[in-house]
């Protein structure tokens, strides 16, 4: 089974207005961690934002947050106030974290375009 | 800030040839990770290191070992190389504890001929 699902390939996003990205985990662990990454066309991966599963508030940043739903193992990524330099591929990663050591897994992305 | 330092760049191999990749984890950072990236897909987990120990193995070939070193780099070793082999590999750094953010370094391309 997928550990993560973002089942939106591609997405459109009028500049200056709000998208949400959708991902969904599977996991029977008591304690994880909830990453999005952007990915713009130059390759580097880059860091927005995280949640731990014990993590009581949604997180924010700047104009990103993460609205985590754990009964719905659900945890999208709503971003504000689009703007150009935001059109990037999007990635929803977990880590497990086990005695053993930490497994970690990625979605496969939602290519993400702003309009102007 | 600094950042999580990879070097090469870039890497252009020929078949059955060696490469060796080095990553440089943010200063603090005890944990390592290392990724493949084919061209369109995701990146894979290949293996981590906490504290200079292997943690955790992902999809990495036999092919490929790893280690990090006492003053916490880490250098990727690949052997045989294939064409498959061609991709982005991303080594990230983080905090063994308390577990939290994880942030990638800017990659190595692999191209092999």
């Known amino acids: 089974a997928q550990k993560i699902t973002q089942t939106q390939p591609g997405m459109f996003v009028q500049e200056k207005e709000a998208v949400t990205l959708d991902c969904t985990y599977d996991t029977s662990d008591p304690s994880y961690g909830l990453f999005w990454y952007k990915q713009p066309s130059s390759g580097e991966m880059i860091f927005l934002i995280y949640?731990?599963?014990?993590?009581?508030q949604n997180a924010t940043e700047g104009r990103y947050s993460l609205n985590f739903q754990k009964a719905r193992k659900s945890a999208n990524l709503v971003i504000s106030a689009s703007q150009l330099g935001d059109s990037a591929m999007y990635f929803c990663?977990?880590?497990?974290?086990?005695?053993?050591?930490?497994?970690?897994?990625f979605g496969t992305g939602t290519s993400l375009t702003v309009i102007p | 800030a600094a950042g999580v330092i990879q070097s090469p760049r870039h890497l252009i191999k020929e078949k059955r040839e060696t490469a060796t990749l080095k990553c440089y984890p943010i200063?603090?950072?005890?944990?390592v990770y290392w990724y493949q990236q084919g061209p369109g897909q995701d990146p894979q987990f290949l293996i981590s290191f906490y504290e200079k120990m292997q943690s955790d193995k992902g999809s990495i070939p036999d092919r490929f070992s790893a280690q990090q070193f006492s003053d916490y780099h880490s250098e990727l070793n690949m052997s045989s190389l294939e064409l498959g082999d061609s991709a982005l590999y991303f080594c990230?750094?983080?905090?063994?504890?308390?577990?939290?953010?994880?942030?990638f370094g800017p990659g190595t391309r692999l191209t092999v001929t």
């Open positions: 990663a977990m880590r497990e974290d086990r005695p053993t050591g930490n497994q970690f897994y």
């Open positions: 990230a750094s983080s905090l063994g504890w308390p577990l939290g953010e994880q942030y």
């Open positions: 949640q731990g599963s014990y993590d009581q």
């Open positions: 200063p603090r950072h005890d944990t």
